[in-house]
Each structure stands twice: as C-alpha cells, then as structure tokens.
C-alpha cells in the first residue's frame, strides 16, 4: 500500500529485496572492492532494503553497454526470477544508457550507487533547504535518463530509488523538470542569500567557528550532541545527518564558540551531489577551525580519512587548521595505527572523561592561532573585561586594589577587534 502525501508518494514498512552488483577493474585493488561492496549493503539497508545476495566480476574495464559482461547480465537475469529480487543496485554510477539497456534485460528496477544515495537523502532531509536540494539532485541526475524510465517506473513503482519526485509523471516532461529545476534553483539562490547575511552578522561579531567533517557513520552527531548538548539526529545508519546543525560550545576557560555538525563524506559521491549540498559545505568554508572525526573501528579507516581530506583538497578548504578526532577508542580495530599530520586526540563520544579532555585539546589548538596579550585595565573598563572572558581565552586575572587595575594575561584570536581596544593597556 502507497499514499500520497503533498506530491510525494511514501511506502509503508514493506522491505525491498535487492541484488547487488559490482565490478572490479584493474585500477581497485581487492581490499578496496570488498569494502566499497559492504559499504553498498550499508547503504541499502540505510534506504530500507534488504540484501539478498552481491554478484561480482572482475573486468579490464566497465562494459560500455551493460556495465557487467552480457554472459554476467544472463546469470543476474536467472537470479532475479529465482529469489524474487524487487530491484537490483549497482556499484558504480550507471550512464543513461547501461540503465537503459539493463532495464530492457532484466525484470526488476535498476538502481544504482547515486540513485541509492540520493534516495536516502530524500529521507533523511528535514529543512525546507535540505528537501529542495535533494530534489533538484535527483531531477538533475533524472533529466538524462528519461528515454528508459518509463517501463521501469510503471512496472514497479514506488520504493528505493523513487522517494523525493519520483513517481510521477515528470518523466514524460521534459520540460517540467527544467522548468522545476530553475525554480528550486531561484528559491535555493534566496535561502543562500539569508544565510550569507546571517554568516556576515556571525563574522561581525567574531565568533569562533568550528565545523565538526568526517565519513559518514564515524560519530559526528553523537560527539557534536554531547559537546553543545544540542538534538541533532544520531543513528547507527549512514547520512543520519543532513541539514547543518549549529550550537554554542563553551570551552574550559570559559570561551564560547559555535560548532556545526555536517553531512558525512563518503567515497565516490559524484561532484553533483556535493553542489547539492552547497549549504553545509558553505558551513566548511566558514569555519576557523576543523575538527574532523574518524572512526577507528573501522577497518577501512584510513581510506575513510584519505577521502575527507580528498574531499576538503576539492571543496579549497585543506588550507583551514584541524584537529584529527580517533572516535570510538573503546571497539578500536585491532590493526588501527593513527596517521593523521595534524594535531589528534583519541576519544569514545560518549565518555564524559574523553569529552573533558578534547575540549582541553580544542582550546590548545585554538589558543596556538591565536596572538597572546599581557594588560593592565582600569576597574571602569567593565564592558572591556566583559570581552576579554567571552570573547578571549582568559588565563590570568588579577585585581591589584593599590591602583585600581586588573592584571589580565591571555590569547586573542587574530584580527579581532579587541587588539585595538588592548593596545594602549599593554604592560
């Protein structure tokens, strides 16, 4: 059973049965494959399928018609009608064609990784910013691929894949989808508009700007909700974040910065998805400071790691300072060794000690960009030292009642408008 809600069709807790598919060329090494191919079965369970069983095959190249040989798409085409299999996922991004000329071949929906992703962002969406972004993803990624859509939508409907505009007649109009697609574009261009002014009012008052990035699944949210004490959604499922969260952390000194939580990297998300999400890497761009997470249960940790930085290097953010984040110390991966060039810290999010302790490495960090003062301030310059204790790092405070003057020795982040104000009480 399917309704439909506000143009969007939902379908109940029926679970979709699926086959994947992945090829393995000569240019990914077989570790690599493995963990790529469970990543998959990650994502489909994520979007609410269930995994009945992966075919492989090693190929020189991807099959320019089928992605996997014809004497492959047989075998698949056998295996679908013996397990009953609703869709089949492929690995890789499929060209309009290769989804063409597999729908034509076998009876079930063709899903690839893309679709698949995006799907899970069409749920996973909660602002009106984070839906309309979903959408415009997927009807770009739809609008070349129209010619071979339309017997696998009426044969099945609904389901994985499908979330989001889907299922409708969009298909068969072209020119709807673009016409839909300059007006998500336009209302996205306000939305962006109302949060450059928001950032430049947050620039003005010189907040402190920390951007929580990692793989998706490494523990962001559960660390970012301990440390602001903020809701933001934290599951064991990947992309359980989407729409960037932003909360106040007060460090140990005192010193109140903002934090923001992101959507979680993953390897191979095509460029267009991450134009998608314009506005939490717009959040990336705008931070000071970096505190990347990475899960060091994981036994692909470090390419979980080397594609975050991949990544940051695309979105000319590397330049900005980080602080490498091991989670999850307590199921550690035997095999585990850090590599990370920046400073690090090793935690489990949810202990309260560890948490105390990154805090205390945060303010190192931060305190290490910053430029030191030593000052003497008269007792009447109360909205002066107000500042100092919110808006720097205060490590000294005395009171001398001879003079009337307060004895003040700390850091202040660089180029803030405080330097001026300090420069004629310098000791």
Known sequence: MKSKEGGRLEQNAEVEKAILVGCQTMMIDDLRFAYSMEELASLTETAKGKVLTSVTQKRERLHPATYIGSGKVEEMNALVQELGADLVIFNDELSPSQKRNLSAELEARIIDRTQLILDIFAQRARSKEGKLQVELAQLEYMLPRLGGQGVELSRLGGGIGTRGPGETKLESDRRHIRRRIDDIKSQLETIVQHRERYRERRKKNR????????????????????????????????????????????????????????????????????????????????????????????????????????????????????????????????????????????????????????????????????????????????????????????????????????????????????AGQLEKYKV
């Open 207 to 418: 907040a402190f700007q920390v951007a929580i990035v990692g793989y998706t699944n490494a523990g962001k949210s559960t660390l970012f909700n301990r440390l602001s004490e903020a809701e933001s959604y934290e599951e064991n499922q990947l992309f359980a974040t989407l729409d960037p969260m932003t909360r106040k952390l007060i460090l140990p000194s005192g010193f109140v910065l903002l934090i923001t939580d992101t959507v979680g990297f993953i390897q191979d998300l095509p460029t267009s998805l991450i134009a998608a999400f314009r506005s939490t890497l717009e959040e990336v761009k705008e931070a000071d400071l970096l505190l990347h997470v990475v899960d060091m249960s994981n036994p692909d940790y470090f390419h979980h790691e080397k594609t975050v930085n991949q990544l940051l290097e695309e979105l000319d953010v590397k330049e900005i300072p980080q602080l490498t984040v091991y989670n999850k110390k307590d199921i550690r991966h035997p095999n585990f060794v850090p590599t990370a060039t920046t400073p690090t810290a090793f935690i489990s999010a949810f202990d309260e000690d560890d948490r105390s302790q990154l805090k205390k490495k945060l303010e190192e960090v931060i305190i290490g960009m910053m430029d030191a003062y030593h000052v003497q301030i008269p007792s009447s310059e109360g909205k002066l030292l107000s500042l100092l204790k919110n808006e720097t790092i205060l490590r000294e405070l005395k009171f001398n009642e001879e003079n009337e003057l307060y004895f003040c020795r700390g850091f202040a982040p660089k180029e803030h408008p405080i």
